[in-house]
Antibody, heavy 120, light 110 residues
């Protein structure tokens, strides 16, 4: 099982871009075994699937976020990242990076999560 | 409004059995495999059940899963106070081409 660790700013201003990175240890991000993904959870609410990427090429995005998100992989750093553009207060959430055996599920590894607050 | 519908809360006494339902549609549960996750406050979720009924290594057989038609069910027997957590179902939705989750169910062990 891989170990995942999110990093990035905890505070982002409205209309700006949220950028998070997930560092992978215990395996190579170049493997074809996993989908690399992102999940978020607004404070006190349920889980929301954001999107995933497979083998640096195929990506899937939640339709409600599709126009604003980019998921990418950096094999040189064994990391993958999420960019969410034009954020508003509704994007305030705990963001988890994940690995899954399918395009979305089952998710077998989770990072510890990073709380991102959108506020001026 | 979640694509998958779960009861907001369930409760039962220690030692008893509880089931948590997850209701969907032909575009998700009926034609895709369901996973279940357990989440304690302040921690990341953990995979409990995958492919409707399989348990990852280390998950006790007190936890079970099933699916039929447009619904899935998580069962927990021999309830323990340590099972108090939020439980989420999840699957792929072929119409949305996206992953979806239920709204979550808070389990209270009285």
């Amino acid at each position: 099982q891989l170990q995942l660790q999110e990093s990035g700013p905890g505070l982002v201003k409205p209309s700006e871009t949220l950028s998070l990175t997930c560092s992978v240890s215990g395996g190579s991000i170049s493997t074809k075994s996993y989908y690399w993904g992102w999940i978020r959870q607004p404070p006190g609410k349920g889980l929301e699937w954001i999107g995933s990427m497979f083998y640096r090429r195929t990506t899937y995005h939640h339709p409600s976020l599709k126009s604003r998100i980019t998921i990418s992989v950096d094999t040189s750093k064994n990391q993958f990242s999420l960019k969410l553009r034009s954020v508003t207060a509704t994007d305030t959430a705990m963001y988890y990076c994940t690995t899954a055996y399918g395009s979305a599920h089952p998710i077998d590894s989770w990072g510890q999560g990073i709380l991102v607050t959108v506020s001026s | 409004q979640s694509v998958l519908t779960q009861p907001p809360s369930v409760s039962a006494a220690p030692g008893q059995r509880v089931t948590i339902s997850c209701s969907g549609s032909s575009s998700n549960i009926e034609n895709n495999l369901v996973s279940w996750y357990q989440q304690f406050p302040g921690t990341a979720p953990k995979l409990l059940i995958y492919e409707n009924r399989k348990r990852p290594s280390g998950i006790p057989d007190r936890f079970s899963g099933s699916a039929s038609g447009t619904s899935a069910t998580l069962g927990i027997t021999g309830l323990q106070t340590g099972d108090e957590a939020d439980y989420y179902c999840g699957t792929w939705d072929s119409s949305l081409s996206a992953g979806v989750f239920g709204g979550g169910t808070k389990l209270t062990v009285l």
